[in-house]
């Protein structure tokens, strides 16, 4: 079997990154994550609010970051993960959270879109 691209030169990915790439990438996450938010429900803008948060691209798949400022508002995070899931899931379903507590208060939490149904039956 060939190893040779099936696609025409212009179709396939350039060899290098340049920098209208990062900026093109850049403004591609801002841009799902402001369609993200406004999907929230009004509780779940409000504790994004909260927090230092953003949408990143990792592979194909989508990774919504949380930053909480305090453990209260990290526990309200991490119990919100199932309508924070059902937001993300209207981009893929291979999309990822992972929420940060406080520095020196814990290990990351991260669990993917199609994991929550597990998740919220063991809460």
């Known amino acids: 079997m060939s190893k040779l691209p099936l696609l025409p030169p212009d179709d396939l990915p350039p060899a290098e990154v340049t920098k209208q790439d990062g900026m093109l990438q850049m403004e591609f996450e801002q841009s799902i994550g402001r369609c993200f938010y406004y999907g929230c429900d009004r509780i ?11 949408v990143t691209k990792n592979g194909n798949a989508l990774m919504l970051i949380i930053d909480a400022p305090d453990i ?15 937001s993300l899931e209207r981009f893929t379903a291979d999309s990822r959270i992972r929420a940060y507590p406080p520095f020196g208060k814990g ?15 063991w809460m």
């Not at 209260?72 to 059902?86: M, R």
């Not at 290990?107 to 039956?121: L, M, Q």
């Open 44 to 54: 779940t803008q409000t504790l994004l609010s909260n927090c230092h948060w953003y």
């Open 107 to 121: 290990k990351p939490f991260e669990i993917g879109v199609n994991e929550i149904s597990a998740y919220r039956d």
């Open 72 to 86: 209260v508002s990290y526990w309200h995070i991490v119990s919100n993960i199932p309508q924070l899931g059902k």
